[in-house]
């Protein structure tokens, strides 16, 4: 958010928001995870993505992504809609601007379930807003048995999928915290715990340089200084 942004912000909001990230190679547990933080916490609202991807069984529309056919993502990338964009295990994703924008501009939350690529895109843009987190498996082997059991690809998708876990393990570096999904439960508290410490960041307390005048102020008269 710029500064003009930040000042045009209600009093009443207590904070800036923040962008909180969440990547890792595919079955690592990051959707699972985004689903019990949307749950459990009614100040953050997710990104929903747009991508090129045929949708999977279980997936709606507008709730989990919009899907789009790949002329219209490019014409919508060629409009400068989407905030990030990055090809995937073969397919197009990008983040839709707007609805960040939005968020930010109300002092709202948002989570984001992307890859590196775009990670580092929202960085470059949105450095001072972004919280981000990398989720890594307890062994290649359990990442291959969550991909199965998720079965909602196809072998071949599997495959390529584990393939490419290597390359995007190898980014974890660039990110602000790394968590290891061996224990659901843990690992959720965890990143409770990383949002509830990354809220009451003080350049986020947007509104509190009111509360320190006023206790200087308030302070004066106790003191007669
Ligand atoms: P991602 O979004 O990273 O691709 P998912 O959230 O879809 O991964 O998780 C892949 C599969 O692994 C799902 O079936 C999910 O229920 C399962 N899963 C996630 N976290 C754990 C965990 N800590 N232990 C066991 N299974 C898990
Ligand atoms: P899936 O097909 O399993 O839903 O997602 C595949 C990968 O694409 C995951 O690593 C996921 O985080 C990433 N992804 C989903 N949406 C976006 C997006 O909007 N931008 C980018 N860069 N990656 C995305």
New binding site residues.
């Given amino acids: 958010m710029t500064p003009d942004a930040r000042a045009a912000l209600p009093a009443s909001f207590q904070r800036r928001g923040l962008l909180f990230i969440l990547s ?10 985004t689903k019990c933080l949307l749950a459990a916490d009614p100040q953050l609202t997710l990104s929903i993505s747009a991508t090129t991807r045929p949708r999977r069984h279980s997936e709606i529309e507008g709730v989990h992504y919009y899907f789009v056919s790949r002329d219209d993502f490019e014409a919508k990338r060629g409009r400068g809609e989407f905030l990030e964009w990055a090809e995937v295990h073969g397919n197009f994703y990008a983040t839709p601007r707007a609805p960040v924008e939005q968020a930010l501009s109300e002092g709202r939350d948002v989570i984001f ?1 992307i890859d590196w690529q775009g990670t580092l895109q929202v960085i470059e843009k949105l450095a001072e807003d972004v919280v981000s987190v990398f ?1 890594l498996p307890p062994s290649m082997k359990e990442l291959k048995s ?2 199965e ?2 079965a909602e690809d196809s072998a071949e998708t599997i495959a390529k999928r584990l393939k490419n876990a290597a390359t995007e393990i190898a980014q974890w570096h660039h990110y602000d915290y790394v968590l290891v ?4 439960d843990r ?1 959720f508290s965890e990143l409770k715990d990383i949002l509830a410490a990354e809220r009451l960041k003080r350049k986020r307390q947007t509104s509190i340089e009111a509360l320190i005048d006023s206790l200087l102020t308030e302070g004066k008269t106790l003191t007669g200084a």
């Fill in positions: 890792s190679p595919s079955g690592a547990g990051k959707s699972t995870l379930d989720v969550r991909l059991r998720r999904n061996d224990d659901l690992v």
